[in-house]
Structure formats: structure tokens, C-alpha cells
């Protein structure tokens, strides 16, 4: 195992919204399961990784949605991407070429920071500040009017790629 295709758990990664945190705990376990996996057992325990990044990710779109923050938001955009090329490493490695696997984990272990660090880090205060309690999926106060639901910020200037 090397400390490239791995990641560690540290306060950074602590969001502050108990099921987003604990989530990203097991994304993380699984990350690090998938490279200290034989080779025989590599593709099983990636494409656990990869069904929970299904989960993962349509956790936090589910709450967006709730939030009526719209589909076309980079947030999902990313999402998107990386579940697009999860899956074709899953499709190649089924096909007999299991050595992507070990690419796609080092660019998840380059991209999860980033992404924690900036999209779920600003959905994590937006649903905050719109009351909405991920435990329960509910609004504290009631769903927010449409009219109130502005994007969060994502970091990016309008008009650039955020993926
Ligand atoms: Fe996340
Ligand atoms: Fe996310």
C-alpha cells in the first residue's frame, strides 16, 4: 500500500453534519480497502466502493433536490463525472483489465479533498443555514419557499467549468 492511494482520516475532513461525516468515513475505509485488496479480491471490493459512491452521491443530490437547488448545479455535474469514469474502470476491469483500478483510486484520493473541501463543505452549510436536518431528511422550520432557495456558492466564477 502506498500513501498515494490512500487517504487518512483527519479534523479536515470533519464537515460538521454527522451523516455527511460518517459517510465520508466509510468512502474513505473503502478507498483504502480497494488498494490493500489482492489482486484476486481488487475488483469485488471496488465495485463495493463504487456502489456506495452511487449511494454517496445521491445522498447529497436527494437533499439538494430538497433544498430546490436545480440539477444543472456543478455539484451534480461532478458527481456525474467521477461516477462515469468509476464505472467504465468497473467495465474494463470486468473485460480483463483490472489495472485502471489502481488509477481510479489514485485520482479519487487527489479529488476527494478537493471536493469535501469545497462542494460538500458549502452543501453542508447551506442545509444548515436552510434548517434542513439530514438525520431526518425534514426541514426544521418547514421547506424553504422557492423564491429563497439561491444556489450555494460553489467556489467557481460564473461561466467556468467546476468539474
Ligand atoms: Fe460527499
Ligand atoms: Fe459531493
Redesign the pocket.
Known amino acids: 500500500m502506498t500513501a498515494a492511494n490512500t487517504l487518512s482520516w483527519n479534523d479536515a475532513f470533519v464537515l460538521g453534519d454527522a451523516r455527511?461525516d460518517h459517510?465520508?468515513q466509510e468512502?474513505i475505509d473503502l478507498v483504502n480497502a480497494t488498494t490493500a485488496a489482492a489482486p484476486e479480491k481488487k475488483l469485488a471490493v471496488y465495485q463495493e466502493l463504487l456502489a456506495h459512491t452511487v449511494e454517496?452521491?445521491a445522498?447529497?443530490e436527494r437533499w439538494m433536490t430538497a433544498c430546490g437547488i436545480p440539477a444543472d448545479f456543478c455539484h451534480f455535474g461532478q458527481?456525474n463525472s467521477v461516477l462515469e469514469v468509476m464505472k467504465e474502470v468497473e467495465r474494463r476491469a470486468l473485460a480483463g483489465e483490472p489495472a485502471y483500478i489502481g488509477s481510479m483510486i489514485e485520482a479519487l484520493v487527489e479529488w476527494?479533498p478537493m471536493?469535501?473541501s469545497s462542494?460538500?463543505t458549502g452543501?453542508v452549510t447551506y442545509l444548515q443555514e436552510k434548517g434542513f436536518d439530514t438525520a431526518t431528511e425534514t426541514f426544521k422550520d418547514g421547506a424553504p419557499a422557492a423564491t429563497e432557495a439561491a444556489v450555494p456558492s460553489c467556489g467557481h466564477e460564473p461561466g467556468h467549468s467546476c468539474t
Open positions: 455527511t459517510t465520508h468512502f454517496h452521491f445522498q447529497e458527481h476527494f471536493h469535501a462542494m460538500d452543501l
